[in-house]
T-cell receptor
């Protein structure tokens, strides 16, 4: 059974940092493309960024609102996905979800499984 | 960015009803279109990818169709557990983008 368990969220002040983690199990993490999404309270879903597997080149892509402030990384030795979030703004308040992705029949990555999410609240 | 427009934003339906939700992309997305279900306070759940392919474990009452820029999600016979918010998403281009959601409520 695929499990994705996020942790590390909390209440922080504007300008502060946090490190989110996503512990993965039930699939071959080393080969997986992993993605972060977020959802502000009462709002829709927003893509944050994606990291490909090392065998797929390891490329990392970010959404414009977070580029330069957020860093996605992975530790394949312990099946862990990380999201370092710096210079937090009130607009970053959201539940952050990690997901696995897999290729569809045309080899494009599509979301497969979701974690339960972890909440970051940015408030002074 | 590819804009995804869902309609309606909300609907009221009864158990047993057939429900259709529409999603329109601002440009062609090569059928790289997915649907997700989200219940209040819960993480989203993957339903459909590549327009019409069901995620493993998703019941066949859910179906997707469309091509080009216009897509639909149909629930053939609404059940109590289907009352939720549904989102479409394009995964053809960066940034990945979602529709605004359709909230399906009990009539």
């Amino acid at each position: 059974e695929v499990q994705l368990v996020e942790s590390g969220g909390g209440l922080v002040k504007p300008g502060e940092s946090l490190r989110l983690s996503c512990a993965a199990s039930g699939f071959t993490f080393t080969n997986a493309c992993m993605t972060w999404f977020r959802q502000a309270p009462g709002k829709g879903l927003e893509w944050v960024g994606r990291i490909r597997s090392k065998t797929d080149g390891g490329a990392i892509d970010y959404a414009a609102p977070v580029k330069g402030r957020f860093t996605i990384s992975r530790d394949d030795s312990i099946n862990m996905l990380n999201l370092q979030v710096n210079s937090l703004e009130t607009e970053d308040t959201a539940v952050y979800y990690c997901t696995t992705e897999r290729r569809d029949s045309s080899s494009y990555f599509r979301v497969d499984y979701w974690g339960q999410g972890t909440l970051i609240t940015v408030s002074s | 960015d590819v804009q995804m427009t869902q309609s309606p934003s909300s609907l009221s339906a009864s158990v047993g009803d057939r429900v259709t939700i529409t999603c329109r992309a601002s440009q062609g997305i090569n059928n790289h279109l997915a649907w997700f279900q989200q219940k209040p306070g819960k993480a989203p759940n993957s339903l459909i990818y590549a327009v019409s392919s069901l995620q493993s474990g998703v019941p066949s009452k859910f179906s997707g169709s469309g091509s080009g820029t216009d897509f639909t999600l149909t629930i053939s016979s609404l059940q109590p557990e289907d009352f939720a918010t549904y989102y479409c998403q394009q995964y053809n281009d960066y940034p990945l983008t979602f529709g605004g959601g359709t909230k399906v409520e009990i009539k």
